[in-house]
């Protein structure tokens, strides 16, 4: 596997790659990475003839206050991890690489796609997002580009993006992975300690139980869904709500009626730990 830390020998590569008629994927992570991302490199690998993951840590993302300076590192672990699922290339730039001096051009969704969700507790998050994925777009040229689904609102925010700038690349989402007792894999899991990681199965317990209520025919309206989600994660001490909302599945905007499609998403700090986790209905 090449471990590339410049923009010049990412391109260059990638020519050589195009030249004899290979097709490129991307994954774009900021390392620390887990059974998540490495169903990602798998996608990748299986749909592409060739795949570049970047491992970078992106401080335009990062509001104050964020745990960008605490945010977990490892990369010759991340090389491990990416040159067994049959990665060909890691970008791993330094800031300076990837925001020389001088820097100001910057990528903002401007509809308010990027003010629900996550976006009203993390301002600036998005524009960053859009930046660093653009840029990533820039630089490596992908044919096809993977992203979670666990991370739904990024996945939407980063298809408008897409079709709005008319990048010719495909984004593929790839299902949430989870561990057996239903929490969603996060770098940021890392940071419970055993009793908050115990706490934490409450937001998929919480989850199920959204989907049974719909499953069953006894409520589509999103104020009943999201009150009984309130209420187990509730019952958790160690458990504070950020945001449960039920959204439209591509606008993301709020809906009160739910259908095929939509999106019911949440934020949940766990002791000081922020946790995300969705479901879309029908899904």
């Known amino acids: 596997m090449i471990i590339a830390n410049t923009i010049d020998d990412v391109r260059k590569k990638v020519r050589e790659w195009k030249t004899s008629g290979f097709t490129v994927g991307l994954v774009p992570t900021m390392g620390a990475l887990h059974e998540g991302h490495a169903s990602l490199i798998s996608a990748a690998v299986g749909?592409?003839?060739?795949?570049v993951a970047s491992v970078f840590v992106n401080p335009t993302q990062f509001s104050a206050g964020e745990d960008l300076d605490s945010y977990p590192r490892d990369f010759?672990?991340?090389?491990?991890?990416?040159?067994?699922?049959?990665?060909?290339m890691v970008f791993h730039p330094s800031v300076e690489e990837m925001y020389p001096e001088g820097?100001?051009?910057?990528?903002?969704?401007?509809?308010?796609?990027?003010?629900?969700?996550?976006?009203k507790s993390r301002p600036g998050h998005f524009r960053g997002v859009c930046t660093v994925v653009s840029k990533l777009f820039n630089i490596v040229g992908p044919d096809?580009?993977?992203f979670g689904e666990k991370d739904a609102q990024q996945l939407a925010v980063i298809r408008r993006m897409v079709k709005d700038m008319n990048f010719n690349i495909q984004i593929v989402g790839c299902p949430t992975v989870r561990e057996s007792d239903g929490l969603a894999k996060s770098s940021r899991n890392m940071y419970l300690n055993y009793e908050e990681r115990e706490a934490a199965t409450v937001l998929y317990r919480s989850i199920e139980a959204a989907k049974a209520l719909i499953r069953d025919g006894s409520c589509m309206l999103s104020s009943k869904v999201v009150a009984l989600m309130t209420d187990i994660i509730s019952s958790e001490p160690a458990a504070r709500v950020d945001y449960i909302q039920a959204v439209d599945g591509m606008t993301l905007l709020p809906k009160e009626s739910l259908e095929k499609g939509d999106l019911v998403a949440m934020a949940v700090y766990i002791g000081k730990t922020r946790l995300i986790d969705n479901f879309t209905i029908g899904g």
């Open 144 to 146: 096809r580009a993977y």
């Open 47 to 51: 749909g592409c003839d060739r795949v």
């Open 103 to 119: 820097f100001g051009t910057y990528i903002n969704l401007e509809t308010e796609m990027t003010k629900q969700l996550c976006g």
């Open 76 to 88: 010759e672990r991340d090389c491990r991890i990416l040159e067994k699922k049959g990665c060909d």
